[in-house]
């Protein structure tokens, strides 16, 4: 590839507009709430699952519930039926049959009575659990929206002076030409962030590499319009006055 001089030296300022990005997005990033917001994320995720679990306990232990006053209510019909039924006859033998029935309808209710207590008892039980830890939930909400405004009040500036970077850095874009602009950005996302570098003293600024020999060599045959890469860590090699060619 080929760019003039002074669009190559172009790529220098771009290059220390993304190097300053960098810096406030790491500042940003190391903020002192964030590593307690995180932690918080992570307790909370926990918290979540627990909340799940519990909250299917509960919800089975309301369907069983569910079922046996339903049960309840049809046995409760039963013995209201059979009750009318032998209010309303004379025969012995259905007397008989019916207090037999009746008997054993009300130890079903009595038995099913005795198991609901049991179930509302889990039912009670179970809703604790979950008003527990969603009083959790609550309080880890709160301490991450304290902390959250606290880091915002903390990153205010930085967000500003980060805008304001990244408006020069269109600017600054605007002014190199596309294909060298695409260039540098494909050496920068393999760079770690920087797509050029100024060769200073024949050292590269990017991996602090001299060059010496065959590789120097190179370098001093070029034309002023080629575009370099430093042989050491491929990122592009800006030639200046301080190069020392």
């Given at each position: 590839m080929n760019a003039s001089p002074a669009d190559q030296q172009?790529?220098?300022?771009?290059?220390?507009?993304?190097?300053?990005?960098q810096q406030i997005a790491h500042r940003l990033g190391s903020l002192?709430?964030?590593a307690p917001i995180a932690e918080l994320a992570t307790r909370d995720t926990a918290v979540r699952s627990r909340r799940a679990e519990a909250q299917g306990a509960l919800e089975d232990a309301r369907a069983e519930l569910k079922r046996i006053e339903s049960d309840v209510a049809v046995v409760e019909a039963r013995i209201a039926r059979d009750s009318d039924r032998l209010q309303h006859?004379?025969?012995?033998?259905?007397?008989?049959?019916?207090?037999?029935?009746?008997?054993?309808?009300?130890?079903?209710?009595?038995?099913?009575?005795?198991?609901?207590l049991i179930v509302m008892e889990r039912v009670e039980g179970a809703e604790g659990v979950v008003a527990g830890i969603d009083g959790e939930?609550?309080?880890?909400?709160?301490?991450?929206?304290?902390l959250e405004v606290e880091r915002d009040e903390a990153s205010a500036g930085l967000v500003v002076e980060r805008d304001g970077t990244e408006r020069d850095r269109v600017v600054v874009a605007g002014e190199i030409p596309a294909e060298l602009l695409?260039?540098?950005?494909?050496?920068?996302?393999?760079g770690a962030g920087i797509g050029a570098a100024?060769?200073?003293?024949?050292?590269?600024?990017?991996?602090?590499?001299?060059?010496?020999?065959?590789d120097l060599d190179v370098v001093r045959r070029a034309a002023p319009d080629e575009v370099l890469l430093c042989p050491?860590?491929?990122?592009i090699l800006v030639r200046t006055d301080e190069s020392g060619i």
């Open positions: 172009q790529l220098l300022r771009l290059q220390a507009v993304d190097t300053r990005l002192p709430q964030s006859t004379s025969s012995t033998k259905d007397v008989a049959a019916l207090d037999s029935e009746l008997v054993s309808l009300r130890k079903r209710l009595s038995d099913l009575e005795d198991q609901e939930r609550a309080a880890i909400a709160a301490e991450t929206a304290a695409a260039y540098y950005e494909q050496r920068r996302a393999r100024l060769l200073r003293q024949r050292t590269c600024g990017g991996c602090t590499m001299t060059l010496t020999g065959s050491e860590c491929d990122r």
